[in-house]
């Protein structure tokens, strides 16, 4: 069974914070690990993904990502956060469901906003 | 500019009424997918489609069913809907590269069943 963790249903930093959104994941196959953004009411977007290689994963607008296989994880960090940050975040890893599709199981989501 | 696009953005139905709700792509993916997400829950897969008239269920399909008739185009249809079907629904499409290859979500529906 492959579940994704997200411990932090919300956070709260201020505009140039730096942030750290942490995923956990349990898969028994190969990791393939991704993280998407949800502004309010609108659909997801994709930030980044890990594969394979570098465990640390450079995203879109200054994220980035690091696999950690001994811990299970795949944290999401951006150095310095802006206002226009604010969203949920969501790690999702990616499950083969036969022929030429790929499931992601989603993690319930991180909510984060940042103060001026 | 790569895009998925849903109709309609928000949608009131009466319990028993029939839902479509519409999903187009402009990659010329082959694979599209129809997720619901519900407070808590995250996303959930419904239905995944492989290509024309290549459907398989997802993980919750009862009470949906769907329709590709056309590479770019990929409709959810709930006959007679149930209140328990309120949610926000999201269509994404990917190009099969293999479990690396990236999800593309359009802005989703928002689906009230009174």
């Known amino acids: 069974t492959q579940t994704v963790s997200q411990s932090d249903a919300h956070v709260t930093v201020f505009e140039g914070d730096s942030v750290e959104l942490r995923c956990n994941y349990s898969?028994?196959?190969?990791?393939?690990l991704s993280w998407y953004i949800q502004h309010h009411g609108r659909g997801l977007q994709f930030l980044l993904k890990y594969y394979s290689g570098n465990p640390v994963v450079q995203g879109v607008n200054g994220f980035e990502a690091e696999f950690s296989k001994s811990d299970s994880s795949f944290h999401l960090r951006k150095a310095s956060v802006h206002w226009s940050d604010s969203a949920v975040y969501f790690c999702a890893v990616t499950s083969n469901y036969g022929g030429s599709g790929n499931k992601l199981i989603f993690g319930t989501g991180t909510l984060l906003s940042v103060k001026p | 500019d790569m895009k998925v696009t849903q109709m309609p953005r928000y949608l009131i139905k009466r319990m028993g009424e029939n839902v479509l709700l519409e999903c187009g792509q402009d990659?010329?993916?082959?694979?599209m997918y129809w997720y619901r997400q519900d407070p808590g829950l995250g996303l959930q897969l419904i239905y995944i489609?492989?290509?024309?008239?290549?459907?398989s269920e997802g993980d919750i399909p009862k009470g949906y069913r769907v329709s590709r008739k056309k590479r770019e185009h990929f409709s959810l249809i709930l006959d007679s809907a149930k209140t328990n079907q309120t949610s926000v629904y999201f269509c994404?499409?990917?190009?099969?590269?293999?479990?690396?290859?990236?999800?593309?979500f359009g802005p989703g529906t928002r689906l009230l069943v009174l």
């Open positions: 898969y028994g196959g190969s990791i393939y």
């Open positions: 990659m010329s993916h082959e694979t």
């Open positions: 994404a499409s990917s190009s099969p590269l293999g479990p690396q290859d990236t999800q593309y």
């Open positions: 489609s492989y290509d024309v008239d290549s459907n």
